[in-house]
């Protein structure tokens, strides 16, 4: 999306016109209990290239909860979700200074995987500390963010071909779509409980 408007910070108005925006709201009884965020857009070399993913645990009804998570990239007009119901996605996301992302999407025309990873030196970078809202305690210093990981993305095109028993078996293409894309201003997250408790 894009915006026009103000923001003031510090005293100081800074005006914008029709730049890129964005801006989101999961709060309330539905946020997960423990979860993580990355995004990036500013990718050195790439001028039409972004990156979201997310995921976390999350609660289910009859008290289950459950462990998901997504990557999507825009890449020169092209929308690309991994997504586990169309195909697969890990993630390994450290306490803090570590976000690793893989994923892969095995449905539609044109199947891919896709790698993201995040990294920020804890002491030379140790977040921002602020609220998120919580059922029972209201808002709560229980977040940690930061606009400055190093980010790193790559993203394939997979072929498949048939396996012995009849299945498929996807293999990464050569070269790769996008091939370890760099930016220094990667925003990453991670808030709730048990991996980090602000308030310790």
Same mark, same amino acid.
């Given at each position: 999306?894009?915006?026009?408007?103000?923001?003031?910070?510090?005293?100081?108005?800074?005006?914008?016109?029709?730049?890129?925006?964005?801006?989101?709201?999961?709060?309330?009884?539905?946020?997960?209990?423990?979860?993580?965020?990355?995004?990036?857009?500013?990718?050195? =070399?790439?001028?039409?290239?972004?990156? %979201?993913?997310?995921? !976390?645990?999350?609660?289910?009804?009859?008290?289950?909860? #459950? *462990?998901?998570?997504?990557?999507?990239?825009?890449?020169?007009?092209v929308f690309y979700e991994a997504v586990p119901w169309k195909?697969?996605?890990?993630?390994?996301?450290?306490?803090?200074?570590?976000w690793s992302l893989r994923g892969e999407c095995l449905e539609?025309?044109?199947?891919?995987?896709?790698?993201?990873?995040?990294?920020?030196?804890?002491?030379?970078?140790? =977040?921002?500390?602020?609220?998120?809202? %919580?059922?029972?305690? !209201?808002?709560?210093?229980?977040?940690?963010?930061?606009? #400055? *990981?190093?980010?790193?993305?790559?993203?394939?095109?997979?072929?498949?071909?048939?396996?012995?028993?009849?299945?498929?078996?996807?293999?990464r293409k050569e070269p790769p779509i996008i091939d370890s894309?760099?930016?220094?201003?990667?925003?990453?997250?991670?808030?709730?409980?048990?991996?980090?408790?602000?308030?310790?």
């Amino acid at each position: 999306a894009r915006a026009t408007g103000f923001i003031t910070f510090n005293g100081t108005r800074y005006d914008f016109s029709n730049q890129p925006f964005y801006a989101e709201k999961n709060w309330g009884f539905s946020l997960p209990s423990k979860w993580y965020w990355t995004q990036c857009n500013s990718f050195e =070399g790439y001028d039409q290239l972004s990156v %979201t993913a997310g995921g !976390g645990i999350r609660k289910l009804p009859f008290g289950q909860q #459950e *462990a998901l998570g997504m990557v999507s990239v825009h890449h020169n007009g092209v929308f690309y979700e991994a997504v586990p119901w169309k195909g697969s996605m890990e993630w390994n996301v450290s306490t803090w200074g570590q976000w690793s992302l893989r994923g892969e999407c095995l449905e539609g025309c044109k199947p891919f995987a896709v790698e993201v990873k995040y990294e920020c030196d804890p002491v030379a970078v140790p =977040g921002l500390v602020f609220r998120a809202p %919580t059922p029972d305690e !209201g808002m709560v210093y229980f977040c940690r963010d930061t606009f #400055e *990981a190093n980010t790193t993305l790559s993203l394939w095109e997979l072929t498949s071909e048939e396996d012995a028993t009849g299945g498929k078996v996807y293999r990464r293409k050569e070269p790769p779509i996008i091939d370890s894309a760099r930016s220094c201003q990667g925003g990453a997250e991670v808030g709730g409980g048990p991996w980090w408790a602000a308030r310790t």
